[in-house]
């Protein structure tokens, strides 16, 4: 009877410990790569290379004239539906050019927390608010982990052509998470992976479906995606 017991017993264990480490290893994990991308930083998350951080030596291009016409950003803007008196994030905001749209339509009393790694890019999102009305454009530079904003803060956040770099995806996101207010968007937009008319490097593209999967692993709600010419943007609600 004992040895019924004990064999009983060791059967549930082993099938709880086989459980336990399913559990752990379940979702999105980073990995480092033996061969890496020369594009890339070693490392991938949730089976995707992460992609070097665009260096502020490119802010010319951010900032290119014939950016509108390439990549709509008027579109882009007109889709996010802001109102007057929103609180909305602009996560590796870059130069503020995408910023900077944002904040016309929030006006006059809505706020634009723009955030970037870089201090150069926080140097030059200084100047950008320096020339708008006080407090319109708030300006925050994170860490690797952490994107430093207050919680519960925002009405809703977009990321363009950022999230595929972050070297941190999965904290940067909850920190995020943390951030926007329950019920508030997160936005994603990047340029469109496989797509031989968007001339981006493969590493500074991605998928829908690899948004949605890293995005819903967090336990955000897909709400849906859209087209612009070069990128998608891809909308979740936080819960
Ligand atoms: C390709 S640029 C895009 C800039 C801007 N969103 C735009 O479209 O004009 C990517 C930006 O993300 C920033 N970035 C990368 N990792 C970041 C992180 N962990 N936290 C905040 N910003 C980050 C980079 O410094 C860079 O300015």
Redesign the pocket.
Known sequence: MNNRVNMFLAILMTASSFWITGAAQAGCTYATLPNPHPDGIGKSYCDRQISK??GWQ?APW?ERPQRLQEERTDLLIQKLNLKPGMVVG??????G??AQMMAEKIAPNGVVWA????PQ?IKMLQKKADGLPKGRLQIQQ?T?KN?NLPDRILDMAIM???YH???YPRE?LQSLMKAVKKGGKIVFVEYRAFDPDVPIKALHTMSVAQVQKEAEDLGLKYEKAESLSWQNMITFINP
Not at 90 to 95: L, P
Not at 115 to 118: A, F, L, N, R
């Open positions: 951080v665009m490119g951010l602009d996560i590796g905001a870059g130069t050019h995408i955030v970037d790694i870089q890019m994170s690797e994107l363009v052509d950022v770099e972050l070297e940067t």
